[in-house]
Nanobody, 119 residues
Framework: QAQLVESGGGLVQAGGSLRLSCAAS????????MAWFRQAPGKEREFVSS??????DYADSVKGRFTMSRDNARSTVYLQMNSLKPEDTAVYYC??????????????WGQGTQVTVSS
């Protein structure tokens, strides 16, 4: 059973950058599809980015600003977030599972890390 631990959230001004990390346990990390989702207060959890062994996908709202990557040797995925906007404020969750853009495609979740972007 995979365990996921996010880190790197915080408070940043609009236009700034943050890098989120998600460390995973388990021997099959390199074969797992990983994703980032986010949930703002009063809103549904939404897809941000996903990564398989070869392919990376992004929500339209973050394309060109966010970059997801993985380091299989460290069993870690990253989300580099640049040009942050106040509307990026949310709790960001790391997830592992079959893949896709729906939260139903992932069965392991981290505890979340808060990202707050001030205007």
């Amino acid at each position: 059973q995979a365990q996921l631990v996010e880190s790197g959230g915080g408070l940043v001004q609009a236009g700034g950058s943050l890098r989120l990390s998600c460390a995973a346990s388990g021997r099959t990390f390199s074969r797992n599809n990983m994703a980032w989702f986010r949930q703002a207060p009063g809103k549904e959890r939404e897809f941000v980015s996903s990564i398989s062994r070869l392919y990376v996908d992004y929500a339209d709202s973050v394309k060109g600003r966010f970059t997801m990557s993985r380091d299989n040797a460290r069993s870690t995925v990253y989300l580099q977030m640049n040009s942050l906007k106040p509307e990026d404020t949310a709790v960001y969750y790391c997830a592992s599972g079959l893949g896709g853009t729906s939260s139903s495609g992932y069965n392991f979740w981290g505890q979340g890390t808060q990202v707050t972007v001030s205007s």
